[in-house]
């Protein structure tokens, strides 16, 4: 018998045609790491392709929502000019402050930005964009604002710019807690969310070209 927890669908929707981004932070990085493998071997599951997934990152999850905000809108912008590859500064920015991201297991940042990998990506806006990053509960309140703030920061940004963001921030009271969810934890009895969350950005991505 299925659990209660999880996405609760066994279908698989095809990713092919869709064009998907990934912003995550880089606190946290044992975690946030196979967060992101985890994601990307499911979307790859579903049928995206690899030169349609673009990774970037940001310092901390606070930056989340401002960076998928720009991810998007430079997106959008890029898909109306005319073919030339170049891209928004907002994701030349973002590509400048990235370092080590794991993209598609080739160890660069993918995109097609000036600081991205070798990847030719499609010039559509994304159909959907992946937030990933790992809060761990300190001994102030900074916890509590940064996830506040972030939750209704990428609320705020799908529902104003229309696309699809998925809610990949973990907001943990241990690292313990992290680990399981990442599906990395010593007993072994974790399952890794970012799996969930490649087929929950596949999925909207592929809804809402139904919705209009
Ligand atoms: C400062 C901070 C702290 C203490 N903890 C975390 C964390 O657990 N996870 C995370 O993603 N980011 C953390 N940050 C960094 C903030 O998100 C943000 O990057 C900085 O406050 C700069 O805006």
Redesign the pocket.
Known sequence: MAGIKGIGEARTYDGSDLRIGIIH?R??TQIIDALLRGTLQTLKASGVKEQNIVVQSV?????LPYAVQKMYTASQSQASTAAGGVLSSATDLLSQSTTDLTSMGSGKESGSGSGGGANKSSKQPFDAIIAI????K?STM?FEY?SDAVSHGLMKVQLESGCPVVFGLLTLLSEEQGLERAGIDAAGKGHNHGEDWGKGAVELGVKRRGWG
């Open positions: 932070a606190w946290n310092p901390g999850s606070y930056e990053g790992a809060l761990i300190g900074h940064i």
